[in-house]
Structure formats: C-alpha cells, structure tokens
C-alpha cells in the first residue's frame, strides 16, 4: 500500500492555493467532536492541511499531533499557524494507544477502496481502548479520479460502516449531508464519528 502519486502532487502543487483560499472557520463538525473529549486529550490529525481545525483544536487546549502526507501542506500549515506539522501519510501510521482521538476531516477519502482496511486497522490500533474517530467522505458507487485529479474512494453508506465495523469501531452516529469539494462537484457525504470500544 502506497500513497496515490497524483493525488500527493496536486496537493504539492496546490498547497498555496488551499492557505489562501480556506477561511478561518474550522470544520462544522470539530467542534462537536471536541466535546466529547476530555480536555487534555492526546489528538491525531490526519490530512491536516492548509491547518484550520489544526489551530482550532490547539485553541480548545488539546495536545494535538498534526500530520500531512504532502510537504508543502506541512510547511504552510506551519508557517501561517505555528501548529508543529509533520509530514506523514496514512499508511505510515505505526502508533500502538498512543491517542485518545484520530481526527480525518475529508482526507481518507484519496485512500483507494482496497487500501482502506489496513488504514482503518492502524488508526483503531493508534487509539487507546475508548478513543474516538471522526472521518467523512463524499459518497458515490466506486473509486475514480475526479475533476482535479485526486484519487477519490467514493463509497456507499453501508460499505463504509461495515469497513468500519470489522475494522474493530463502534459507530456512535452517522450524518449525510450535501456539499461541495474543492473540484466544484456537488455530492452527499457521510461523516462518521466512530469509537474503539473501551475494554
């Protein structure tokens, strides 16, 4: 398993394009998933970006660990927001109970559809027992390309819970809602927030 070489050099080359072009305002959902949490929670970002929930999740006081598979997204993340990036992609994960969140805010949707059980496997081994998991992904009938390039899983609501589900996560609630992704194409997503149950 390997990261998408298309999709790591879109964002490469896009990067200041994502700085400028995101407002401040972080993810509707963060704040929710935050809450959650208790307030000296050790969180994963995953696909941190440009950094804007990066900040936010820094702001609430949490001890937060922020990774990004492209170099760039690394260093301007850091440079607008001082948040201490590394570069990381998902199928780097290694951690053993070493967070009690993982947040992947519209990033492992570019995980091709095969590749995604060993990715879901090591984020549920980086939690600790009780540890929470927020992901969402535009939903869809299969993986392809979009307009942009990206490498895009696109899958349907009952596949995703059950990739989920036998990766070890209990689902504790699940929302569709539509939106629109940077390629400018209109989709239903899902958000998941999901636990790994306590022991």
């Not at 896009?14 to 000296?40: C, E, I, K, M, V």
């Amino acid at each position: 398993m390997s990261a998408d070489p298309a999709t790591i050099a879109y964002y490469e080359a896009n990067a200041p394009h994502y700085t400028l072009s995101f407002g401040q305002a972080p993810s509707r959902h963060l704040d929710g998933f935050l809450d959650r949490l208790d307030t000296r929670a050790r969180i994963l970002e995953l696909g941190c970006g440009a950094g804007r929930d990066s900040a936010r999740i820094i702001e609430r006081g949490f001890d937060l660990d922020a990774t990004d598979g492209t170099p760039a997204m690394v260093r301007k993340a850091n440079e607008r927001f001082g948040i201490g990036a590394r570069v990381m992609r998902f199928d780097e994960l290694a951690a053993k109970e070493a967070y009690d969140a993982v947040w992947a805010h519209a990033c492992l949707l570019h995980v091709a559809r095969a590749d995604l059980p060993q990715v879901l496997s090591a984020i549920h081994a980086a939690l600790r027992p009780g540890g929470w998991h927020f992901a969402n992904y535009k939903l869809g009938s299969g993986e392809g390309r979009d307009p942009l390039g990206r490498l895009t899983n696109l899958p349907g609501e009952g596949w995703l819970e059950q990739v989920y589900r036998t990766a070890g996560f209990e689902i504790a609630a699940g929302e569709r809602y539509p939106g629109r992704g940077a390629d400018g194409v209109q989709r239903d997503w899902y958000a998941l927030t999901l636990r790994r149950p306590p022991r």
